[in-house]
């Protein structure tokens, strides 16, 4: 079965799975030794599983698997406790969404859509949109306390490796009010081959104001002057961001089956 993959040998795996990997930037991040995340593999590495810390993960197999592959991938996940307990497979491979559905009901799917930011021009329309009550600043002027205190989205350990790190090559934007507090943040999961993959968010008091729309924007210019790619990745259900990413004419890469998955 898999076993974990030290990251002297992430490399190898990297070239032997580079078409699944590369489609998910949270995935290419862990195996480019960016962000921590766990690996298994086995023996031959043509089967492998890339969890990141917060639970997006790839089963990714090239060749034939065993008959009871499946089956004992399933029973693997269960058993391991150093993954999280509620994971979300990107693409997960036929046979083992077959096997699960007919063995295990704490899972569902979801359909998800990647777009990416191609335009190289900076734009500041959102500057027209923003009252005069509020302003935008970076997430390093907030700082990572005021951040946490404002968002609780474990800035420093849900994707970033360290407050130091998501501070030092995190990309974000925030809406702050005139007394300096944040209620949107536009910020960056991870930064990886030259992707920066998006994570937004505003404060329930604050939303229909349009701010999703309006931090999205000095996100954009901020990863572009780093040249940088910006990367959205969002629930089809989730209309908001969804036509948000059809507003901004971002391009479509694709559209997928996101299986989540309730171990224990």
Known sequence: MLSRVQPNQYREIKEAHQKAILQFPLIDAVISKVQDGFVYANLSMDSVFI???????????????PADFDEALLEFLK????IPDYIHIYRP?????????????????????????????PTFNYESLLAPEYRIATIQDVGCARLEKAFQLEFGRRYWNSEADFVTYAVGACIVTDADEPVA???SACV?????????LVLPEYRGQRFMRIVSEPFFNLTKAKGLTPHWDTFISNSASYVMARKFELELIQEYDLLSVLLR
């Open 51 to 65: 969890s990141t810390k917060s639970g997006f993960s790839l089963l990714s197999t090239v060749g034939n698997t």
């Open 192 to 200: 990886v081959g030259g992707i920066a993959e998006m994570d937004t």
């Open 79 to 82: 058993a391991n406790r150093d």
């Open 185 to 187: 943040i536009c910020y």
């Open 93 to 121: 491979p036929g046979s083992f969404l077959e096997h699960l559905t007919a063995n295990w009901d704490q899972h569902k799917i979801r359909k998800r859509a990647q777009f990416r930011n191609y335009e190289e021009t």
